[in-house]
């Protein structure tokens, strides 16, 4: 009986396997898309392209391909296999233009469009790709996630992603993205993550990109690459939002260990990640760092000395940092009876704050018991 149950299993399992692999080769695109409206998304880029698709029917996540080799793009439509709705669009090189973003707006179950190295066509004044079109997508209220590294993406791109409220990753790294398009992002109420990489062209990201990047209010990690950096009137302006970052990537920027270590100290509590000295030196001096020709070509060769003293450990590689707070300003404080009076913040030790009083500018020691919880947090957060 059991080497009969073992056949009978065998067998089952066959004939399962030959059904599925039969499902696959006879899959068509109204099988693995019968939502007539996705389907015609797809049959509006396959003729773009001039191409037949190729699907895959197999596993959780179905997926209808398309591949130019005159060209070199790809494009790759994921659908989820329970829903046969499209859930991600992952592409290299595409070829769409900012007026073919209008084809995806039925696909009210995306995810994420991965978009790598969607060009514009520099040999044109017309400006065929900016991410302007993403304008189309506004309404796919479950697009969270967008990748469009390696390519023309710009500031016209950022001003409607701003316009896409639900977008909480956003990835951009050797784009056209600059000041201007980080501002029209600086009030986005989910974007959680931003990479930013400009090969090192200083004019992209200055220190008014930093100020728009630490006034974004949802954002939690920033990563970082081919970027000089400093401390002063740039990185500086991150340790403003030190209570709601949580990481940063520095990736393989340049940084000089002083300026590491001022920020730091300043986030404390904030994941700051690094390649560090030595690997950013061996990098830069093999050829293998990523538009480190540029790099050569525009940097004071002292400065990179200083980060190459701290690989070679000639030099501290992170000198200890004490950052002097902020100078205190004039501020209201308030007894538990209510009663007020204007004054600065001098010090405060144990249980008692010394307040400048502005009326007489005499300096005087108040018990904390006597605040309003208000101004003790207030204290808390001076200590």
């Known amino acids: 009986m059991k080497i009969l149950y073992s056949i009978r ?19 068509t695109l109204e099988s693995v898309l019968p939502d007539p409206e996705e389907r015609a998304a797809v049959e509006k880029v ?20 398309l591949y130019n080799e005159a060209d070199r793009n790809s494009i790759r439509f994921v659908i989820d296999g329970e829903s046969q709705r499209i859930t991600s669009i992952r592409s290299n090189r595409s070829g769409l233009h900012n007026e073919h973003f209008v084809w995806f707006q039925p696909l009210d179950e995306l995810e ?7 060009f514009d066509n520099k040999r044109t004044e017309e400006i065929e790709f900016d991410g302007s079109g993403l304008d189309a997508l506004a309404g796919l209220e479950k697009l969270t ?37 980080l501002g029209a992002l600086s009030e986005h109420p989910s974007l959680r993550m931003i990479q930013l990489g400009p090969a090192w062209r200083p004019e992209l990201v200055t220190p008014e990109g930093f100020a728009h990047l630490a006034a974004m209010p949802a954002l939690e990690e920033i990563n970082l690459a081919e970027i000089r950096l400093y401390w002063e009137d740039g990185l ?42 030595e690997e950013f030196i061996r990098q830069y001096d093999d050829g293998s760092l990523k538009f480190g020709g540029k790099l050569k070509r525009e940097v004071d060769p002292a400065y990179i000395e200083k980060i190459r003293a701290a690989a070679e450990g000639t030099a501290p590689a992170e000198p200890e940092v004490t950052l002097e707070p902020e100078p205190a300003e004039e501020r209201t404080w308030t007894n538990p009876e209510g ?5 600065v913040y001098v010090s405060s030790e144990d249980e008692t704050v010394t307040i400048l009083r502005a009326v007489d500018q005499r300096e005087f020691e108040v018990p904390l018991s006597e605040l309003s919880e208000g101004d003790r947090e207030y204290v808390a957060g001076r200590e």
């Open 9 to 27: 299993i065998a067998v089952l399992a066959t004939m399962l396997t030959a059904s599925a692999s039969l499902r696959a080769e006879d899959a």
């Open 46 to 65: 396959l003729a773009y392209h001039g191409v037949e698709p190729e699907i895959n029917a197999g596993g959780r996540q179905p997926t209808v391909a």
């Open 112 to 118: 994420a469009l991965f978009m790598d190295h969607t």
């Open 145 to 181: 996630f967008l990748r469009f590294p390696g390519g023309a993406f710009a500031d016209a791109g950022a001003e409607a992603v701003a316009r896409m409220p639900r977008v909480e990753e956003l990835i951009v790294f050797h784009t056209e993205i600059s000041n201007a398009g």
């Open 236 to 277: 500086e302006h991150l340790a403003a939002a030190k209570d709601r970052i949580r990481k940063i990537d520095l990736k393989n920027c340049a940084v000089l260990p002083e300026d590491l270590a001022k920020l730091r100290a300043a986030m404390p509590d904030t994941e700051i990640e690094y390649i560090g000295f």
């Open 339 to 343: 009663e007020t009076f204007e004054g």
